[in-house]
């Protein structure tokens, strides 16, 4: 290989291959750190809410006479939604995963005043919210069905018992090792709870709330006109499922109409639109970017062919093949490349911990850095191949011809 | 060693044809110095560059060494040119980003000697031509003869079996003519065959054997008339 030779002939000719490899260090700079935001926002995405996403949906049932019986329309609203085939069960609740709007509260681990340890997403429910939710039960028993109360408004007092997530008992108890049933803490200093169960995961219904895996299951049923109802079915059903169930909790009463039917699957997607855009945005950015400077490359490597074309001559003339001059100019982007993508490299690094400490930002994953320069690798080849095959073309009779 | 027998190269595009050789036919020896004059024009150039295998012919046959070589292709082709030809150009040709032992360096590397070889044959090659201690010098920083003795180190390191030369003095005074002819007759005596096409009635006079060129044809000896002109001119 000719490093000797070119690198000293680059060396004459700064200006430009350094223009071309400080482009190639911002591009390694702001396609790792780009990257990295939108690795972070993917896991996100991807993170399961808990539910059994794919066969669940809920709607709204909206009364309009003040003076209905909320309560026996909504014990009789879970009894048709039970009993219809297809469906595995149901539950009225106040929200559920990816919602964004929901209840939480501020937990205590002794009674008393502004004694808040941790705080928790809740979600009231009966004892048939576990199966609805579609959870994995990891500790401790599902509620009885007598310990599942009426309230109207704020509960007054709390239930007594709880079904919480591991990830709410790893917070509320960092030093305690073993099961959390058994367990009891505080709501609103003085309400005491008791852990009856632990599930796996049950997120809240803010999926970029930090606490996201902290929640609990209230059993309690809420006597109002507006209900909320969750409704998991057999795979494969959902969908005809839900005209089915608008249509028959429609017909069942005239005092109310049903509204706000919408899958899980739709949730995430309104819950994850943001970070979905964001990932559009970034990779147009990235794509973009490596584009301009692959262009750039094209530039100066035909540039760079245009000016020594008399030169390529002269190599032909001396020996040099075809495959030789193409090396030749390959070698010399794999050079200005190396210089920008090392570069850019520990400006990545460097830009990354800033975000990591700024914005708390995920540090970056190990491979991200070697794969990035592999790719800019690739791109200064691919875009210098052109120009490189045409300065193999050149005629060695060229280096005949007078000036 | 060098053997052309009705040789031609037409130029075409779509609309002409330029016939730059016609039935050329040439034979040089092991150890000539033969020189190529003719009118502009004339085909010099043309021929020079078939000889280098720098172009194809359009018909006829050359042997180099014995083996024909018409009909190669372009790997084999740089090959030849790299093992067998040294060329010295009007213009130096030197690569301007390059100093003086990477210049000589350029053909030893596409030949694929080892470092050791190529750093013994450039630094022979470069003080035979009186210019050891410019090794790290550009071409810019030479005076034209140096460029030229430079081209002519470059030529000879790769011991080719004969010299190209198109008008090597043609760029310079004639006090660095003639140090630069004087190389190339030390060069011929020493044993390489050396082909030349220049224009220079002195140039001529130092070759063995002189071939004019006129219409893409060759004939042997150079006319009187030419002569007057190269002499005038």
Redesign the interface.
Known sequence: M?F??VW??MM??KGGYFLIAVQIAVTMAVMVNAFAIMQERSFKMGRPSGLDEANTFALVSVGFKPEMDSKALISEDLDLLRNTPGVINAVATNSYPLRQGGWSEGLHREPGVGKSVSSSAIYFVDEHGLETFGLNLIDGRNFSPEQVSWDKDSPDPWPATVIITQALGEDLYPDHEGSYVGKTFWFDDDNPANIVGVVERLQAPWPSWTGVERSMLVPLRRESNDVRYVVRTEPGYRDQLMLQVEESLANSSKDRIIRQVATVDEARKLAYLGDAAMIKILTFVISLLTAITGLGIVGLASFSVARRT??IG?????????P?IVRYFMLENFLVSSIGIVSGAVLAVGLNMFMVQAFSLTPLAWYVVPVAMIILWIVGQVAVAGPARKASGI???I??R?? | MLNMKNVSKVYRTDTVETHALREFSLTVEEGEFVSVTGPSGSGK?TF??IA?L??DLTSGTYELDGRDVSQLN??ER??V???KIG?I???F?L?????IF?NV???L???GFDAPERKRRIEESIEMVGLGSRMSH?PAQLSGGQQQRVAIA?ALA?EPRFLLA?EPTGNLDSQMADSVLDLLTEINTAGTTIIMVTHELGLVDRARRNIFVRDGRVSDGVPELHLADLAAG
């Not at chain 2, 690569?95 to 100093?99: A, G, H, R, S």
Request: proline share 7%; hydrophobic share 30%.
């Open positions: 000719e000797g030779p000293r002939a004459r000719n008399r030169q002269i190599r032909r003339a001396l020996g040099a093949t075809r030789a005629s060695p009779a280096a005949t007078s000036i | 150039t020079l560059n280098g720098l172009e372009d790997k740089s090959r040119r790299n093992e060329f150009f009007q213009s040709n690569i301007p980003e390059l100093n990477d360096d350029v053909p590397r596409y030949r550009l470059r790769g198109d």
